[in-house]
C-alpha cells in the first residue's frame, strides 16, 4: 500500500508542472499524503511546492520559489493595490495563517523561514520583510499599519497610518503569540519571547520579553541595558 501510494504521489507531483492543472494535481496528490506538517515532505520532492488543497490563494502577485509549502485553511490576500507576496525557496506556511497586502504593502519572505498556525501577517502601507530561516510561532501578528486616533472622528473612519516597514532579519525566532507594530526591525539572531509586544528596534542576537518588549539577555554574552528599547 505505501508503495502504491508513493507511485500515485510522484505521479501526479510530475503533472503539477503544468499550471492549468497544478490545483487539480495537488489535489489528487493529497489523497496520499498525511495532514498537517507532513506536506512539507511533499514540497521537498516537487520543484513546484505543494500547496493544499483546502489553501486559498486570492492574489495576482504571488511569486514562489521552488519547494514553497502552503498548508491547510492558509489564506493569501491582495486587498485593495496589495502589492507582492514573494515567498522564496523553501519557505513553509502552516495551516490557518492569514498573509494579506493592501494599500502599497507587500510582504516577503526569505529562504526557508517558517510560519506556524493561526499567523496573522498584514502589509498595508508599508512593507512586512522577513529574512532567511526565521521561525515564526504560532498566534503570532505583524501589522506594518495603525488606524488613525484623532479625535471626533470614529475609529473604523480613520485613515491608515504606519512609522515604517516590519523587518525581521535573518535567523530571528518569534515565539507564540508575539506582536510586531510598523516600523520595528528585529535583528538578527534575535529572539522574542512568547506573549511580547515589540514597538522598538531589537538588537541582533537580543532576547526581549514583556509588554512592550525589553531587552532581558543577549545570545552573545553582552550586558544588558536595563532601560527600555
Known amino acids: 500500500m505505501k508503495f502504491l501510494k508513493k507511485i500515485w504521489l510522484h505521479g501526479w507531483l510530475k503533472v503539477s508542472v503544468t499550471p492549468g492543472l497544478r490545483r487539480l494535481s495537488y489535489f489528487l ?5 498525511p495532514p498537517h506538517k507532513a506536506g512539507t515532505y511533499v514540497a521537498s520532492i516537487s520543484r513546484n511546492g505543494y500547496i493544499t488543497p483546502t489553501a486559498t490563494i486570492h492574489h495576482s502577485k504571488l511569486t514562489m520559489g521552488k519547494n514553497v509549502f502552503i498548508g491547510d485553511r492558509a489564506v493569501l490576500y491582495e486587498n485593495t493595490d496589495g502589492e507582492v507576496i514573494d515567498l522564496d525557496d523553501k519557505v513553509h506556511i502552516h495551516r490557518d495563517s492569514i ?11 526569505g529562504r526557508e523561514s517558517c510560519i506556524h498556525p493561526r499567523c496573522q501577517i498584514n502589509g498595508y502601507v508599508s512593507d ?25 472622528i470614529p475609529i473604523r473612519n480613520q485613515p491608515l497610518e504606519t512609522k515604517g516597514d516590519i523587518i525581521i532579519e535573518d535567523e530571528a525566532w518569534l515565539g507564540f503569540g508575539s506582536i510586531i507594530l510598523s516600523g520595528v526591525t528585529i535583528g538578527k539572531g534575535s529572539i522574542v519571547a512568547a506573549g511580547s ?20 539577555s543577549y545570545r552573545d554574552g553582552r550586558q544588558v541595558n536595563k532601560g527600555p528599547l
Open 128 to 152: 512586512i520583510i522577513i529574512g532567511e530561516g526565521v521561525w515564526i510561532a504560532p498566534n503570532c501578528a505583524l501589522y506594518s499599519y495603525d488606524h488613525g486616533i484623532a479625535p471626533g
Open 197 to 216: 509586544v515589540v514597538i522598538k528596534n531589537v538588537p541582533p542576537d537580543a532576547v526581549v520579553a514583556g509588554v512592550p518588549a525589553k531587552v532581558i
Open 29 to 33: 496528490a493529497s489523497l496520499a499524503v
Open 99 to 109: 498573509i494579506e497586502t493592501g494599500f502599497g504593502g507587500s510582504v516577503k519572505i
